[in-house]
């Protein structure tokens, strides 16, 4: 990848992150019948974005330093993992969090590394679980769970 993609996407990101963090502010604090308001998701989801954006601007610096000769683009991979987040967004309520997230994640882990399939089939299903039974019963708020097909 070429330092100056790096470093485009490091700002346009970091931009972003910003972005979700005031826009967060600008959501209700909380709501009913939820400990855990809408605005804490997006405003977590903005500092995390914002931090990886600057340690990737730095790494762009520290790579070109140390002479980092050019890598091919993996289109494939992200055309992939591309489609598979606008079918994640559309199918999140129907379908509900946990099939839709494990799913993805699934689809993601398979395109990044199609060896191990076995060891994504238990990451996506751990962390599509322990979100949310944490996010959910721990902090009582609200995900579209399971689709109502499914009970």
Request: positive net charge.
């Amino acid at each position: 990848m070429s330092v100056k993609f790096d470093r485009v996407a490091a700002v346009l990101f970091l931009a972003v992150g910003i972005l979700f963090i005031v826009g967060s502010k600008q959501l209700a604090s909380s709501s009913y019948g939820s400990k855990v308001g809408p605005d804490i998701f997006p405003f977590f989801l903005g500092i995390i974005l914002a931090v990886l954006s600057i340690r990737l601007f730095y790494e762009t610096f520290r790579s070109q330093s140390q002479g980092a000769q050019k890598e091919k683009l993996q289109y494939k991979p992200f055309l992939i993992i591309f489609v598979a987040t606008l079918i994640y967004i559309l199918t999140l309520e129907t379908i509900g969090y946990v099939i839709t997230t494990f799913l993805f994640l699934f689809v993601c882990f398979q395109t990044m590394e199609r060896t191990k399939w076995i060891t994504s089939l238990i990451i996506s299903a751990a962390f599509s679980g322990v979100v949310y039974f944490i996010f959910v019963e721990v902090l009582k708020g609200t995900l579209p769970g399971w689709p109502v097909w499914f009970s």
